[in-house]
């Protein structure tokens, strides 16, 4: 993929590089996000807290606060320095990180988790402002992928060094080593990466334009989901992200509890299977999207549909076979489906909006995608868990995901929609 040069105040950035270190920085917001879920054990057995607890601080709590400060930190990125916003995001995350791994009760651990959200909500949507207007329309997917592999990259790190850590010394060592890290790159993103100028790689605006004034913060927000295509789009995405999230949140905590897997053996096993399940699987959706969307552009809806339809059934193996080696191998196709939307979504609403509506549109796909599925897919499945624990004890994961599973068809549905929608926007 070409890497065209980014300049700004006198720096001159590859696109390559640019993309390299905002990947990063995305590795450190998943990383600090999901290290609450791949500790759950030990720090349900340390703060002596239940399955329900656990699902609100990592989906409804977090994801109150992440959702709702992204629109107006998104409104002010499009009218300000997106990479300064990005920077300052990440040493408040970062240091809110710090905060988890010193709390000695559920209340100081949910009070963190809230500022985690609150410094995570600038971080990913001035970075798709930021690729958008780095790279031209025709390699933009392939670019989304890459940037996407920030989740599944920051899963398999926060399960390998997270967990070894933790088995080594103690459950805390991570979020002090990892917010650390964040503050060093939250002051290395402020001084290496330029500020793109906006719009560089889209057509020429008409005459008349440039003398219409911007959108208000309450119009932009009115016109993103009066437009159907883009309010159809988050809602599909939300329906496949209350399934990434409600799997990932507790999939730990379930291959430990029900399918016999120690600390070390999640560590590395685990960890294998989450970076190069999720990696492979969100980088070959960017590329079918680059190489179908072109011709078809129903191909944004379509293939996150059929993705979704052939995950099902390996995600009802995962579920309910005995020995974890196999749970983990049936897992691994989830897995590589699960988030094929992610790309495809994000490309195709960033393409639908003006330049300078990209961070916030960015941020209310967000908002919708992370409210309905981070905070609500998590919380779903713990308070089923305790639900079902009462007549199936140590088995109530399992029924709280056979309980996820009709998530996926309704996902697959909204996406076909979503293709209907496109194909008929385009008079086929």
Partial sequence: MATDATQAGGRTTSGGLVLGML?????LNFLDRQLVSILAKPIQDSLQISDSQLGYITGFYFALFYCFIAIPVGWLADRSN?????????????????????????GQLAMARMAVGVGEAGGVPPSYAIISDSFPREQRGTAMGIFNLGPPIGSALGVAFGASLAAAFDWRVPFYIVGAIG???????????????????DPAPPAFAATEPAQSFVQTIFGFFGNKLLAVAALASGAANFITYGLANFATLFLMREKGM??????????LAVGLGMGAGIFASGRLIDRFAVRNKAAYATLPALSLLLALPFFLGFVTVDSWQLALALLFVPLFLNSFFLPATVTF?????????????GALLLLVMNLIGLGLGPTFVGMMSDFFRPDYGGHSLQMAFYALAPMYLIAALLFLWLARLIRRAEGR
């Fill in 23 to 27: 990947c990063f920085v995305y590795v």
């Fill in 82 to 106: 997106r990479v300064k916003v990005l920077s300052l995001a990440c040493g408040l995350w970062s240091a809110a990180t710090v905060a988890c791994g010193m709390a000695s009760n559920y």
């Fill in 183 to 201: 503050v060093v790159t939250a002051v290395v993103v402020y001084f290496l990466i330029p500020e793109p100028p906006r719009g560089r790689f």
């Fill in 262 to 271: 120690t600390l070390d053996q999640v560590a590395i096993w685990y960890a």
């Fill in 349 to 361: 609403v960033q393409g639908e909006v003006a330049p300078d509506a990209r961070v916030i549109s």
